[in-house]
C-alpha cells in the first residue's frame, strides 16, 4: 500500500527567514503526483505545489519550492521569506495514475506552521 | 468564481438520521471526490466520480453512498448516521488526474 510520511507534527520559523518542511512516501509505481496542500484556519484547502514524478525538475511558485528526490522518495517543501499568512496546516499528498487502487490518492498527517513575528 | 461550493457549512445530526451533503463544481469537471478529515489527519478519500454516471469507492466508503446524475452535482448521502461519521467533510473536483481544487468543508457532528 502506498503511504506518505510527514515526521514533523509542528514547526516554528521566525518571520522572513526560510523554512523546510518534509515528506516521505512509499510507493512502487514508476509515475504519479505529488502534491502539498496548506490548510489556513479557514479549513479551506489550498495547493500550494506539485510535482509530477516524470518530471526531474524541481517545481517552483514563487516564495515556494520543492527538493523532489525520487529515488529517496523524498519530496520537502522549502518556503522562503516566511510570512505572517503562511501559517497553515501543510499536507503532503501522493496521487497514483491508476484510478483502480483503493489507495490511489493519499494525504499525510499533515505538519502545523507557527510563522513568529 | 465560485469554483467548489458545498452546503450546508455545518450540520447535528443524531444517531439513526441521514443526510445528504451537497457539492457543486461550475468548472466542467471530469472528476469529484469526497473526502473527510477527523481530527489531526489528513484526508482520506471515500468516494469518487470520473465522470457523470460513474461512481468508485475510495479508502474509506463503509455508511456513504454517493450519484453522479450531471457533471456538476455529487451529493454524498449518510444513511443511519454514527457518532464515528463526525467529522469535516470535503469535495473537491478536477480535469483529470491532475490538480484537485476543493470545497470549504462541511463540518458534521453526530450525537
Known amino acids: 500500500a502506498q503511504t506518505v510520511t510527514q515526521s514533523q507534527p509542528e514547526m516554528s520559523v521566525q518571520e522572513a527567514e526560510t523554512v523546510t518542511l518534509s515528506c516521505t512516501y512509499d510507493t512502487s509505481e514508476s509515475d504519479y503526483y505529488l502534491f502539498w496542500y496548506k490548510q489556513p484556519p479557514s479549513r479551506q484547502m489550498i495547493l500550494v505545489i506539485r510535482q509530477e514524478a516524470y518530471k526531474q525538475q524541481n517545481a517552483t511558485e514563487n516564495r515556494f519550492s520543492v527538493n523532489f528526490q525520487k529515488a529517496a522518495k523524498s519530496f520537502s517543501l522549502k518556503i522562503s521569506d516566511s510570512q505572517l499568512g503562511d501559517a497553515a496546516m501543510y499536507f503532503c499528498?501522493?496521487?497514483?495514475?491508476?484510478?483502480?487502487?483503493?489507495?490511489?490518492?493519499?494525504f499525510g498527517k499533515g505538519t502545523r506552521l507557527h510563522i513568529l513575528p | 468564481n465560485a469554483g467548489v461550493t458545498q452546503t450546508p457549512k455545518f450540520r447535528i445530526l443524531k444517531i439513526g438520521q441521514s443526510m445528504t451533503l451537497q457539492c457543486t463544481q461550475d468548472?466542467?469537471?471530469?472528476?469529484m471526490y469526497w473526502y473527510r478529515q477527523d481530527p489531526g489527519m489528513g484526508l482520506k478519500l471515500i468516494y469518487y466520480?470520473?465522470?457523470?454516471?460513474?461512481?468508485d469507492k475510495g479508502e474509506v466508503p463503509n455508511g456513504y453512498n454517493v450519484s453522479r446524475s450531471t457533471t456538476e452535482d455529487f451529493p454524498l448521502r449518510l444513511e443511519l448516521a454514527a457518532p464515528s461519521q463526525t467529522s469535516v467533510y470535503f469535495c473537491?473536483?478536477?480535469?483529470?488526474?491532475?490538480?484537485?481544487?476543493f470545497g470549504p468543508g462541511t463540518r458534521l457532528t453526530v450525537l
Open positions: 466520480s470520473v465522470g457523470a454516471g460513474i461512481t
Open positions: 473537491a473536483s478536477s480535469r483529470d488526474t491532475d490538480t484537485q481544487y
Open positions: 468548472m466542467n469537471h471530469n472528476y
Open positions: 499528498a501522493y496521487r497514483s495514475l491508476d484510478m483502480n487502487r483503493d489507495d490511489k490518492i493519499i
